[in-house]
C-alpha cells in the first residue's frame, strides 16, 4: 500500500527474505483523489494546471513507474465525471 502526504511518500512492505536484502512490495496503485492531492500541492508552485498535472505525473511515473492518466485531457474528463457523479 502507498500514502501520499503532502508530497511524501510511505511504502508500505508487505514482507522481506529476513536480511532486508529483498523486499516485496505488493501491487502499488494511487487513487484518484490521491493524485488530486499530489496534482493541488504541485499546483501552488505551478503557474498553469497543465503544467502542475505534468509535475504531479513526473513524481507519479518516479515512484510508481508508470503514469496515471494518457493525458491532461484525460485527467481532466476523469475529474469532471467524478465532480458530476458527487452531484
Do not use: C, P
Amino acid at each position: 500500500m502507498i500514502e501520499i502526504n503532502q508530497g511524501q511518500v510511505k511504502w508500505h512492505i508487505t514482507s522481506t527474505d529476513g536480511n532486508a536484502d529483498l523486499v516485496v512490495v505488493g501491487k502499488i496503485s494511487v487513487t484518484h483523489e490521491q493524485f488530486d492531492e499530489v496534482f493541488f500541492n504541485f499546483y501552488k508552485e505551478s503557474e498553469t494546471h497543465y503544467e502542475a498535472f505534468e509535475k504531479a505525473e513526473t513524481f507519479h511515473e518516479k515512484e510508481l513507474g508508470y503514469r496515471k492518466y494518457t493525458s491532461y485531457d484525460a485527467f481532466r474528463a476523469m475529474k469532471s465525471a467524478r465532480l458530476n457523479k458527487k452531484k
